[in-house]
């Protein structure tokens, strides 16, 4: 079956706009993260989110960053007034059997902040 | 708290020699242990993951990892290096009793000479 896919794979912005970044898991897998990579941070943890439970934003690095998942499946990241820090790359993945899981990526989002 | 340490930032290995790539861990509990790949402009690529039973833990494309308990290691190795091998490793820690995210190293970049 088809993997992890992201949407765009390329985003260049300006200072101030927001920016929606999208995530197609897997079919069937329940569980869903967003990381970020880049040079300064390595990968970081950003949130998860499982079945209908509420999710764990406790790696949003500040209010600017959102993200919601609609009907169990796709998920959308949001940032709002970027700056020049939040320039990096996304990746998302999804999981689907608990803690033994295997988290598989998509290939990611290039996010460039101008 | 769980985290991941990877002492090398590169590791050069001629073509046909073993390789081996580092990585410590420390978590509170029994770890979850995982190996992914990425090459150039790439997601993340799974490569193989420890959980329990037999410490030697053999993954894709010839890799394998040895769990060591005593010494909180996990080092990713192949027996002969292929130049294709050739991409960025980024060991990860789940620590079961606490967190569903991973905890990612700072990444090793292998390089195999032809």
């Known amino acids: 079956g088809a993997g992890v896919s992201q949407s765009p794979s390329n985003k260049v912005t300006e200072k101030g706009k927001d920016v929606e970044l999208r995530c197609d898991p897997i079919?069937?897998?329940?569980?869903l993260y967003w990381y970020r990579q880049s040079l300064g941070q390595g990968l970081e943890f950003l949130i998860y989110f499982q079945g209908n439970s509420a999710p764990d934003k406790s790696g949003l690095p500040s209010d600017r960053f959102s993200a919601e998942r609609t009907g169990g499946s796709v998920s959308t990241l949001t940032i709002q007034r970027t700056q020049q820090e939040d320039s990096a790359v996304y990746l998302c993945?999804?999981?689907?059997?608990?803690?033994?899981?295997?988290?598989?990526f998509g290939p990611g989002t290039r996010l460039l902040v101008l | 708290a769980q985290s991941v340490a990877q002492p090398e930032d590169q590791v050069n290995v001629a073509e046909g020699n073993p390789l081996t790539v580092k990585c410590t861990y420390s978590v509170s509990g029994n770890p979850y242990l995982f190996w992914y790949v990425q090459y150039p402009n790439r997601g993340l690529q799974f490569l193989l993951k420890?959980?329990?039973?037999?410490?030697l833990v053999k993954g894709s494309y010839g890799f394998e990892a040895e769990f060591n308990k005593s010494q909180t290691s996990f080092h990713l190795k192949k027996p002969s290096a292929l130049v294709s091998d050739s991409a960025l490793y980024f060991c990860a820690v789940r620590d079961p009793g606490s967190a569903r995210q991973l905890t990612f190293g700072s990444g090793t970049q292998l390089t195999v000479l032809p």
């Open positions: 079919s069937g897998h329940t569980a």
């Open positions: 993945a999804s999981g689907s059997r608990g803690f033994q899981e295997t988290q598989y």
């Open positions: 420890y959980i329990t039973g037999d410490n």
